[in-house]
């Protein structure tokens, strides 16, 4: 008999199977359509990457001032604690720490990743979820993302001379593993140092509401206890991002240099002292203390 797929017909005019077409075709577009959604597509992934940078390191403080915020009640305030020497500075009295510094740097060629993953130990490489290799070092303790352009990242350095150095072990290592072009080489127009974050606590609590409500703030302020536990304020000069708790720790994001963040917090003191809140003591006897409300609720039934 004859086979039901050929249905009587000879073998040679059998249908014959042809791939399907989109897959032939697949990943080709026209090459200005490609070449500009790959530089938007890292464009938004690096704006992505650095908020999520910033965003990791705030939560990571923000979880100390809640811990710190449930004692601020057995913590007395100096009466003169805030007061300034004539011609000091406030960062000289009370210097901000650098905790993060952001590093952005160009090695000057492009990078086949898939060969940079095999040959780093270490390395990560994902591109379903990430167009980017990750490299992680641990003296200096620095992390770098790795673009096909050339372009690196490094976060998580302690301060801007561990990123210097983080950044050139990163250049180090391209260059053993092929890529004797790479080069480190930043420019005035392209610095190295792009996001230095800081820290700073002053000997008082703050009073968040009132700061927030103050007429002459409340544009730049912004205060939601239910979305996050500290006031966000945008200062306009120098172009910076500060998070103050209640216990007096003050959270500096968004400077270029150690220079803009001593300059943002010598601006922003004022406004501290100004919200202070009161000096708060322990109470010597909680017993007398305590509200009818609260006896009523102690008391057994």
Not at 190 to 199: D, F, G, H, S, T
Not at 213 to 220: A, L, R
Not at 275 to 292: D, G, H, R
């Amino acid at each position: 008999g004859t086979s039901p797929y050929a249905r009587g017909k000879p073998m040679s005019q059998r249908p014959r199977f042809v791939p399907r077409q989109r897959k032939r075709t697949k990943g080709k577009s026209a090459p200005s359509d490609s070449t500009t959604s790959t530089s938007d597509a890292k464009a938004e992934s690096e704006e992505a990457l650095k908020e999520a940078g910033i965003n990791s390191w705030v939560e990571s403080e923000t979880k100390n001032e809640i811990d710190a915020e449930r004692t601020l009640d057995i913590i007395p305030s100096s009466a003169s604690s805030e007061i300034i020497p004539t011609g000091q500075r406030p960062s000289t009295l009370y210097p901000p720490e650098v905790r993060c510094v952001f590093a952005f740097l160009h090695v000057g060629c492009e990078l086949d990743l898939v060969r940079v993953v095999t040959r780093v130990r270490g390395a990560e490489y994902n591109p379903k979820r990430f167009h980017a290799v990750v490299l992680r070092i641990r003296e200096p303790k620095a992390t770098a993302v790795i673009y096909a352009s050339g372009k690196i990242v490094c976060m998580g350095a302690r301060n801007e001379k561990a990123a210097n150095i983080a950044c050139r072990k990163f250049v180090r290592i391209l260059q053993k593993v092929g890529y004797p072009q790479a080069k480190f080489a930043p420019t005035e127009e392209e610095p190295l140092i792009r996001n230095v974050m800081a820290k700073v606590k002053v000997p008082f609590p703050v009073s968040l509401d009132a700061l927030a409500t103050h007429k002459e703030h409340s544009d730049f302020a912004n205060y939601e206890t239910e979305i996050f536990p500290g006031l966000i304020y945008r200062m306009a000069e120098p172009k910076v991002t500060i998070f103050v708790f209640v216990t007096g720790t003050v959270l500096v994001v968004g400077a270029r240099t150690r220079t803009e963040v001593l300059k943002a917090f010598d601006n922003f003191y004022p406004v501290l002292c100004m919200f202070k809140k009161p000096n708060i003591t322990t109470p010597s006897n909680p017993v007398e203390t305590t509200s009818e409300e609260q006896k009523a609720i102690d008391r057994p039934n």
